[in-house]
């Protein structure tokens, strides 16, 4: 049952509530389109996540497939890697010549290269994705 829909510029959250699992989760979306899920034991957990977003995203972060890269909409062209949730997966930069590299927490080759940011995205979803399974 949808309960609540946050409002932050084009970034939304449609929040629905499980009464059964007694779990909150809001739909994230961004000019439309759905970017990511997060969840929460209650309606505030939510809303304290999409709040926490919007202001990475208020910052020039970029948010798809359930992944913020911070750092994508500004002169910075680096920064962290984090899920929705807040759970750190690593760091990005762009070279002089506008390649992207991602580098997990922890390693010190990157995982991921790409020539430019958007491709870098995906491929960091890809390699999540894989790596969740």
């Not at 509530?17 to 990511?36: I, M, R």
């Not at 680096?78 to 070279?95: C, I």
């Not at 922890?106 to 960091?124: L, N, R, V, Y």
């Amino acid at each position: 049952m949808g309960i609540a829909t946050e409002t932050h510029g084009n970034l939304t959250c449609e929040v629905e509530a499980d009464e059964v699992e007694n779990q909150y989760t809001g739909t994230l979306k961004y000019n439309s389109f759905e970017v990511g899920r997060v969840s929460g034991s209650d309606l505030a957990a939510v809303r304290a996540q999409f709040q926490m977003i919007a202001s990475l995203v208020d910052e020039g972060a970029q948010i798809r497939h359930g992944i913020i890269v911070c750092g994508y909409h500004n002169d910075e062209l680096r920064g962290d890697v984090l899920l929705v949730d807040g759970e750190a997966l690593g760091t990005w930069y762009m070279d002089d010549e506008e390649w992207c590299y991602f580098t997990v927490d922890g390693e010190t080759e990157p995982k991921c290269t790409a020539p430019s940011a958007w491709m870098m995205h995906d491929a960091i979803a890809e390699w999540h994705t894989a790596a969740s399974q």
